[in-house]
């Protein structure tokens, strides 16, 4: 097999052939990870002037005097077919070497073991056991099989909707009794959503940031955000923001104060003809409780107005759309309003978004690996099952070690790798 160096143009025109592939693979995130200090190289292995693997390598120092390379979600190859992963795993450690590439890492989006819903391995289902013995094969280190979060590590565990040959109607009558719950919550409440602008990425910073401090988990910067409009734009990036809106909220309480108010009297002059009208008699004190709630929500809503106007933030999540996925990347909510369900608003405004567009699949990214209550990532895992989203675990990632001495040393220094 021979390795040749290809253009940025020639990788893409390769992309543009393929139906599905990671946004980690695509130019956009070469521009990402070159604003970040990487260097971007494209390579393709050929066998007999026929095209057998491509990628996008990115390369930084490491060590002073070295590199490191890593192939975002691994090789575009059959890494079923042992002889070409072998052969171009062997061109590409001699053209890495030269470079004073200490070592290469993959983490390749492919499924590991086929799991359903509630994290549990389907019998018979797909095992991909054999590409991993295929890697070690070809000489690549497997690194731990990790559960939990880490931001510096691609996620290996996610959370997917597939959403083909499905009507809105059927995604939606697949989610659990709650969701649906919580969706119509939503809407009852006047809980609206509309695509931020970019010069309002501080409604997500402060919501992600405020969610992180809650949950303990390491929030991105507003810089972050920001790169990913520079890099991706607005063709592949949507800043989506759920919020509470006031006036509608308030003029939907009245109506409804209004006829709850005309209902208990209708019921209070039929007992007084019929006092032992057991059914009005219930629905009467069904009414006034009714009447009693709608009277806190207009107090609560008169309160709100004071300091939020016409609407209050209640969540904010950024998405990316490419090829045949609607990914969710990042979100945070205002804990004090979770009663209104906004997250759940903008999680279904977006699944549809996904079906209009006509995406395959609404990925809501990653988990811990986690399935039981009490568990780390318990919650976030239970909200996106409410969705039906599968459970999708990765087969994880591999070294392939070019300089032993010095891939030691740093292992002993940066023991996280």
């Not at 565990?157 to 969701?179: E, H, P, V, Y």
Request: with cysteine; net charge neutral.
């Amino acid at each position: 097999m021979k390795l040749q160096s290809i253009s940025k143009n020639d990788y893409q025109e390769y992309l543009s052939t393929l139906k599905d592939n990671d946004f980690l693979q695509s130019t956009h995130a070469a521009s990402k990870f070159m604003e970040d200090g990487w260097q971007i190289e494209y390579v393709k292995g050929t066998d007999q002037d026929e095209t057998k693997a491509v990628a996008m390598i990115c390369i930084r120092p490491l060590l002073r005097f070295f590199n490191y390379a890593y192939v975002p979600r691994g090789f575009f190859i059959d890494y079923h077919n042992k002889k070409d992963l072998r052969d171009f795993s062997s061109v590409l450690k001699a053209h890495l070497k030269s470079k004073k590439v200490i070592y290469l890492e993959i983490d390749p989006d492919i499924l590991y073991k086929e799991r359903d819903k509630n994290g549990q391995i389907v019998p018979d289902g797909i095992n991909n056991q054999d590409i991993v013995d295929n890697l070690i094969e070809a000489g690549y280190r497997q690194m731990p099989l990790t559960k939990g979060y880490d931001l510096s590590k691609q996620c290996r565990w996610m959370s997917i909707l597939d959403l083909r040959n499905k009507s809105i109607d059927d995604i939606f009558n697949g989610f659990s009794t709650m969701q649906k719950r919580n969706i119509r919550t939503a809407q009852k409440c006047c809980v609206k959503t509309r695509v931020l602008s970019q010069d309002e990425l501080n409604i997500l910073d402060k919501m992600e940031t405020e969610s992180s401090e809650r949950q303990q988990f390491e929030s991105m910067p507003l810089s972050y955000f920001e790169s990913m409009y520079r890099h991706y734009g607005t063709q592949h990036i949507k800043t989506v923001y759920g919020y509470l809106d006031l006036e509608e909220y308030e003029a939907k309480i009245k109506e409804d104060l209004i006829h709850t108010e005309n209902e208990i009297q209708k019921l209070q002059l039929q007992i007084q003809k019929d006092p032992s009208a057991k059914k009005k008699i219930k629905n009467l004190e069904n009414a006034q409780t009714k009447l009693s709630s709608l009277t806190k929500k207009k107090e609560e809503i008169a309160t709100l107005k004071k300091t939020h106007d016409k609407e209050v933030p209640l969540s904010c999540c950024m998405f990316v759309q490419y090829k045949n996925q609607m990914i969710y990347l990042f979100g945070g909510n205002d804990y004090a309003y979770r009663a209104y369900r906004g997250s759940y608003a903008v999680q279904w405004e977006m699944i549809q978004e996904a079906v209009r567009a006509g995406c395959d699949y609404y990925n809501m990214y990653g988990i811990s690996g986690y399935f039981e209550k009490g568990e780390e990532g318990y919650g976030v895992f239970d909200f996106k099952r409410g969705f039906n989203c599968t459970v999708v675990e990765f087969i994880g990632r591999y070294h392939l070690v070019f300089h032993p001495f010095f891939y030691w040393i740093h292992k002993k220094l940066h023991k996280n790798i």
